[in-house]
Protein backbone atom coordinates (compact mmCIF):
# COMPACT_ATOMS: atom_id res chain seq x y z
CA UNK A 1 0.00 0.00 0.00
CA UNK A 2 2.52 2.37 0.69
CA UNK A 3 4.29 1.88 -2.30
CA UNK A 4 1.18 2.73 -4.43
CA UNK A 5 0.91 6.16 -2.70
CA UNK A 6 4.40 6.53 -2.98
CA UNK A 7 4.06 6.41 -6.80
CA UNK A 8 1.40 8.78 -7.02
CA UNK A 9 3.59 10.78 -4.66
CA UNK A 10 6.39 11.12 -7.34
CA UNK A 11 3.97 11.13 -10.06
CA UNK A 12 2.72 14.73 -8.92
CA UNK A 13 5.93 15.79 -8.27
CA UNK A 14 7.35 15.37 -11.57
CA UNK A 15 4.57 17.06 -12.64
CA UNK A 16 5.16 20.00 -10.94
CA UNK A 17 8.95 20.16 -12.13
CA UNK A 18 7.82 19.84 -15.57
CA UNK A 19 5.24 22.82 -15.00
CA UNK A 20 7.80 25.08 -13.81
CA UNK A 21 9.93 24.07 -16.30
CA UNK A 22 7.40 25.14 -19.21
CA UNK A 23 6.67 28.09 -17.02
CA UNK A 24 10.13 29.62 -16.99
CA UNK A 25 10.43 28.72 -20.55
CA UNK A 26 7.88 30.60 -21.60
CA UNK A 27 8.53 33.61 -19.20
CA UNK A 28 11.71 33.52 -20.99
CA UNK A 29 10.60 33.65 -24.40
CA UNK A 30 8.00 35.87 -23.50
CA UNK A 31 10.13 38.10 -21.84
CA UNK A 32 12.84 38.17 -25.01
CA UNK A 33 10.07 38.68 -27.03
CA UNK A 34 9.05 41.75 -25.41
CA UNK A 35 12.54 42.98 -25.79
CA UNK A 36 12.41 42.60 -29.13
CA UNK A 37 9.54 44.53 -29.26
CA UNK A 38 10.38 47.22 -27.40
CA UNK A 39 13.87 47.82 -29.80
CA UNK A 40 11.76 47.84 -32.79
CA UNK A 41 9.55 50.42 -31.42
CA UNK A 42 12.50 52.12 -30.34
CA UNK A 43 13.69 52.31 -34.02
CA UNK A 44 10.88 53.15 -35.46
CA UNK A 45 10.47 56.32 -33.28
CA UNK A 46 14.13 57.11 -33.71
CA UNK A 47 13.30 56.87 -37.80
CA UNK A 48 10.35 59.14 -37.31
CA UNK A 49 11.88 61.51 -35.56
CA UNK A 50 15.02 61.52 -38.25
CA UNK A 51 12.98 61.52 -41.44
CA UNK A 52 12.21 65.24 -41.19
CA UNK A 53 15.61 66.36 -41.00
CA UNK A 54 17.44 63.84 -43.39
CA UNK A 55 14.95 64.21 -46.01
CA UNK A 56 13.36 67.33 -45.15
CA UNK A 57 11.59 70.23 -46.98
CA UNK A 58 15.19 71.65 -47.97
CA UNK A 59 16.24 68.45 -49.21
CA UNK A 60 13.34 67.79 -51.19
CA UNK A 61 13.81 71.30 -52.85
CA UNK A 62 16.66 70.53 -53.78
CA UNK A 63 16.05 67.39 -55.30
CA UNK A 64 13.23 68.94 -57.45
CA UNK A 65 16.23 71.10 -58.51
CA UNK A 66 18.32 68.96 -59.82
CA UNK A 67 15.80 66.96 -61.16
CA UNK A 68 14.49 69.75 -63.29
CA UNK A 69 18.37 71.06 -64.31
CA UNK A 70 18.48 67.31 -65.76
CA UNK A 71 15.63 67.54 -67.71
CA UNK A 72 16.21 70.76 -68.58
CA UNK A 73 20.33 69.57 -69.51
CA UNK A 74 19.08 66.65 -71.60
CA UNK A 75 16.67 68.96 -73.94
CA UNK A 76 19.04 71.51 -74.26
CA UNK A 77 21.75 69.20 -75.75
CA UNK A 78 19.55 67.75 -77.99
CA UNK A 79 18.12 71.15 -79.04
CA UNK A 80 21.52 72.09 -79.66
CA UNK A 81 22.97 69.08 -81.66
CA UNK A 82 19.98 69.39 -83.82
CA UNK A 83 20.77 73.45 -84.00
CA UNK A 84 24.35 72.84 -85.32
CA UNK A 85 23.14 69.66 -87.71
CA UNK A 86 20.49 72.58 -89.01
CA UNK A 87 22.78 75.40 -89.11
CA UNK A 88 25.84 73.67 -91.04
CA UNK A 89 23.32 71.84 -93.40
CA UNK A 90 19.67 72.30 -94.01
CA UNK A 91 19.82 75.79 -93.57
CA UNK A 92 22.88 76.78 -95.36
CA UNK A 93 23.66 77.65 -99.02
CA UNK A 94 26.67 75.87 -100.82
CA UNK A 95 29.63 76.66 -98.18
CA UNK A 96 31.87 78.24 -100.92
CA UNK A 97 28.80 80.67 -101.50
CA UNK A 98 29.79 82.15 -98.70
CA UNK A 99 26.23 83.15 -98.42
CA UNK A 100 23.85 83.15 -95.08
CA UNK A 101 20.95 81.59 -95.36
CA UNK A 102 18.73 84.40 -94.66
CA UNK A 103 19.88 86.02 -97.55
CA UNK A 104 19.91 84.74 -101.50
CA UNK A 105 23.21 84.28 -103.90
CA UNK A 106 22.63 85.91 -107.65
CA UNK A 107 21.07 83.00 -109.27
CA UNK A 108 24.18 81.98 -111.73
CA UNK A 109 26.24 81.68 -108.89
CA UNK A 110 23.46 79.42 -106.96
CA UNK A 111 23.32 77.82 -110.66
CA UNK A 112 27.16 77.08 -111.30
CA UNK A 113 27.93 75.90 -107.23
CA UNK A 114 24.92 73.90 -107.58
CA UNK A 115 26.57 72.00 -110.74
CA UNK A 116 30.01 72.01 -108.94
CA UNK A 117 28.31 70.45 -105.86
CA UNK A 118 26.95 67.77 -107.98
CA UNK A 119 30.00 66.89 -109.98
CA UNK A 120 32.03 66.39 -106.75
CA UNK A 121 29.42 64.58 -105.04
CA UNK A 122 29.92 62.22 -108.34
CA UNK A 123 33.40 61.81 -108.29
CA UNK A 124 33.41 61.30 -104.50
CA UNK A 125 30.30 58.73 -104.21
CA UNK A 126 32.39 56.70 -107.39
CA UNK A 127 35.21 56.21 -104.89
CA UNK A 128 33.49 55.17 -101.98
CA UNK A 129 31.62 52.49 -104.56
CA UNK A 130 34.83 51.77 -105.86
CA UNK A 131 35.99 51.14 -102.02
CA UNK A 132 33.28 48.65 -101.25
CA UNK A 133 34.04 46.72 -104.43
CA UNK A 134 31.70 48.46 -107.12
CA UNK A 135 32.51 49.64 -110.18
CA UNK A 136 31.18 50.85 -113.49
CA UNK A 137 27.31 51.80 -112.36
CA UNK A 138 25.96 55.34 -112.90
CA UNK A 139 24.41 57.32 -109.87
CA UNK A 140 21.35 58.57 -110.81
CA UNK A 141 21.70 62.12 -108.91
CA UNK A 142 18.90 64.96 -110.11
CA UNK A 143 20.10 66.76 -112.76
CA UNK A 144 17.22 69.96 -112.84
CA UNK A 145 16.69 72.23 -115.69
CA UNK A 146 19.67 75.34 -115.26
CA UNK A 147 17.75 78.31 -113.91
CA UNK A 148 18.61 81.53 -115.40
CA UNK A 149 17.89 85.59 -113.96
CA UNK A 150 15.45 87.37 -116.11
CA UNK A 151 16.93 91.49 -116.24
CA UNK A 152 12.87 92.53 -116.60
CA UNK A 153 11.28 89.68 -113.65
CA UNK A 154 8.88 90.92 -112.03
CA UNK A 155 9.04 90.68 -108.62
CA UNK A 156 6.69 87.71 -107.92
CA UNK A 157 9.03 86.21 -110.68
CA UNK A 158 12.14 86.94 -108.72
CA UNK A 159 10.45 85.64 -105.30
CA UNK A 160 9.52 82.63 -107.05
CA UNK A 161 13.19 82.02 -108.25
CA UNK A 162 14.12 82.28 -104.84
CA UNK A 163 12.07 80.22 -103.26
CA UNK A 164 13.20 77.47 -106.22
CA UNK A 165 17.17 78.21 -105.22
CA UNK A 166 15.82 77.24 -101.57
CA UNK A 167 14.17 74.13 -102.41
CA UNK A 168 16.96 72.89 -104.94
CA UNK A 169 19.55 73.62 -102.05
CA UNK A 170 17.42 71.61 -99.08
CA UNK A 171 16.96 68.66 -101.99
CA UNK A 172 20.52 68.75 -102.91
CA UNK A 173 21.61 68.23 -99.00
CA UNK A 174 19.15 65.58 -98.64
CA UNK A 175 20.40 63.90 -101.78
CA UNK A 176 24.42 64.46 -100.77
CA UNK A 177 23.88 62.36 -97.53
CA UNK A 178 21.81 60.00 -98.51
CA UNK A 179 24.13 59.20 -101.59
CA UNK A 180 27.37 59.34 -99.57
CA UNK A 181 25.98 56.90 -96.65
CA UNK A 182 24.58 54.33 -99.13
CA UNK A 183 27.18 54.17 -101.13
CA UNK A 184 30.44 53.89 -98.30
CA UNK A 185 28.58 50.49 -97.89
CA UNK A 186 27.97 49.43 -101.79
CA UNK A 187 24.98 50.88 -102.46
CA UNK A 188 24.04 53.16 -105.66
CA UNK A 189 21.09 55.69 -106.55
CA UNK A 190 19.30 53.31 -109.33
CA UNK A 191 16.87 56.94 -110.33
CA UNK A 192 16.88 60.38 -108.90
CA UNK A 193 15.32 60.89 -105.54
CA UNK A 194 11.51 61.90 -105.56
CA UNK A 195 9.31 63.51 -103.49
CA UNK A 196 10.08 66.28 -100.97
CA UNK A 197 6.50 66.49 -99.75
CA UNK A 198 6.31 68.43 -96.24
CA UNK A 199 4.31 68.14 -93.73
CA UNK A 200 4.85 71.21 -92.04
CA UNK A 201 6.28 72.24 -88.80
CA UNK A 202 5.07 69.58 -85.89
CA UNK A 203 6.04 70.56 -82.11
CA UNK A 204 7.83 67.81 -80.08
CA UNK A 205 5.59 68.27 -77.13
CA UNK A 206 8.84 68.22 -74.24
CA UNK A 207 9.89 72.55 -75.45
CA UNK A 208 9.25 74.74 -77.85
CA UNK A 209 11.38 72.81 -80.25
CA UNK A 210 10.06 71.84 -83.43
CA UNK A 211 10.68 69.70 -86.95
CA UNK A 212 10.00 70.17 -90.38
CA UNK A 213 8.68 66.18 -91.51
CA UNK A 214 9.81 65.48 -95.18
CA UNK A 215 8.97 62.70 -97.17
CA UNK A 216 11.41 60.88 -99.94
CA UNK A 217 11.24 57.93 -102.43
CA UNK A 218 14.54 56.46 -102.86
CA UNK A 219 15.63 53.44 -104.83
CA UNK A 220 19.06 51.69 -104.62
CA UNK A 221 20.57 48.95 -105.74
CA UNK A 222 22.86 46.76 -103.99
CA UNK A 223 24.74 43.05 -103.86
CA UNK A 224 22.34 40.40 -102.17
CA UNK A 225 25.46 39.93 -99.57
CA UNK A 226 24.87 43.81 -98.53
CA UNK A 227 21.83 44.18 -97.94
CA UNK A 228 21.83 43.75 -94.19
CA UNK A 229 24.57 47.06 -94.18
CA UNK A 230 21.91 49.39 -96.79
CA UNK A 231 19.03 48.76 -94.43
CA UNK A 232 20.83 50.35 -91.29
CA UNK A 233 22.89 52.22 -93.71
CA UNK A 234 21.26 55.42 -92.57
CA UNK A 235 21.35 54.42 -88.57
CA UNK A 236 24.03 56.41 -87.15
CA UNK A 237 26.92 59.53 -88.53
CA UNK A 238 29.63 57.76 -90.01
CA UNK A 239 32.99 59.78 -90.70
CA UNK A 240 34.06 59.81 -94.56
CA UNK A 241 36.83 61.43 -96.29
CA UNK A 242 36.70 63.78 -99.32
CA UNK A 243 38.66 63.92 -102.37
CA UNK A 244 41.22 66.65 -100.94
CA UNK A 245 41.64 64.05 -97.92
CA UNK A 246 39.87 65.86 -95.84
CA UNK A 247 37.26 64.51 -92.91
CA UNK A 248 33.45 64.89 -93.00
CA UNK A 249 31.25 63.56 -90.50
CA UNK A 250 28.23 62.64 -92.95
CA UNK A 251 24.40 62.41 -90.91
CA UNK A 252 21.13 62.74 -91.04
CA UNK A 253 17.85 62.70 -89.25
CA UNK A 254 15.73 59.93 -91.20
CA UNK A 255 12.81 57.90 -90.25
CA UNK A 256 12.39 54.46 -92.23
CA UNK A 257 8.83 54.35 -93.14
CA UNK A 258 8.88 51.13 -95.27
CA UNK A 259 11.01 49.08 -96.90
CA UNK A 260 10.51 46.77 -100.34
CA UNK A 261 13.17 44.56 -101.47
CA UNK A 262 12.76 43.11 -105.13
CA UNK A 263 14.84 41.33 -107.58
CA UNK A 264 15.48 43.07 -111.07
CA UNK A 265 14.32 41.87 -114.53
CA UNK A 266 17.03 40.50 -116.23
CA UNK A 267 17.92 41.37 -119.50
CA UNK A 268 20.86 41.30 -121.77
CA UNK A 269 23.39 43.98 -120.69
CA UNK A 270 22.62 43.32 -117.09
CA UNK A 271 23.48 39.36 -116.92
CA UNK A 272 26.90 40.42 -119.17
CA UNK A 273 27.69 43.20 -116.24
CA UNK A 274 26.81 40.81 -113.50
CA UNK A 275 27.49 37.45 -114.27
CA UNK A 276 27.95 36.56 -111.04
CA UNK A 277 24.71 37.61 -109.42
CA UNK A 278 22.35 40.80 -110.72
CA UNK A 279 22.13 43.37 -107.81
CA UNK A 280 18.50 43.72 -105.84
CA UNK A 281 17.30 46.92 -105.55
CA UNK A 282 15.55 48.45 -102.36
CA UNK A 283 13.14 50.86 -101.93
CA UNK A 284 13.35 53.01 -98.96
CA UNK A 285 10.50 55.56 -98.15
CA UNK A 286 12.08 58.00 -95.98
CA UNK A 287 10.60 61.02 -93.68
CA UNK A 288 13.71 63.63 -92.91
CA UNK A 289 13.48 65.92 -89.48
CA UNK A 290 14.26 69.43 -90.40
CA UNK A 291 15.40 70.71 -86.56
CA UNK A 292 13.81 74.88 -86.30
CA UNK A 293 15.67 76.95 -83.75
CA UNK A 294 13.52 79.79 -84.42
CA UNK A 295 10.44 77.65 -82.46
CA UNK A 296 12.50 77.67 -79.39
CA UNK A 297 11.41 79.83 -76.72
Known sequence: MKSKYLFWVLLGLLVVVLSLVYVL???????????????????????????????????VTQLEALQKKVQEDVVTKLEDSFTRR???????????LKTPWTSFPLVEDFQRHYQLSRDRLAREATGYLEEQGVTGVVIALTNPEPMVSKPDATKAEREAQKVEM??????F????????????????????????????????????????????????????????????????????????????????????DNIVISNLELDLALVEKWQDEPPVEVHFYLTILDYHERAKR
Open 86 to 96: DADHLDLWFED
Open 173 to 256: WVQDRLVRLFARVGAWLSRPIQGGESSGIVGTGVSSAAFERTRYDVRVRTKGERLLDVIHALDAPVTLADEDGGLMTVAISAIV
Open 166 to 171: RRRQRA
Open 25 to 59: KVNRTAQALSENVRLLNSLSESAIAKAPGAVGKDQ
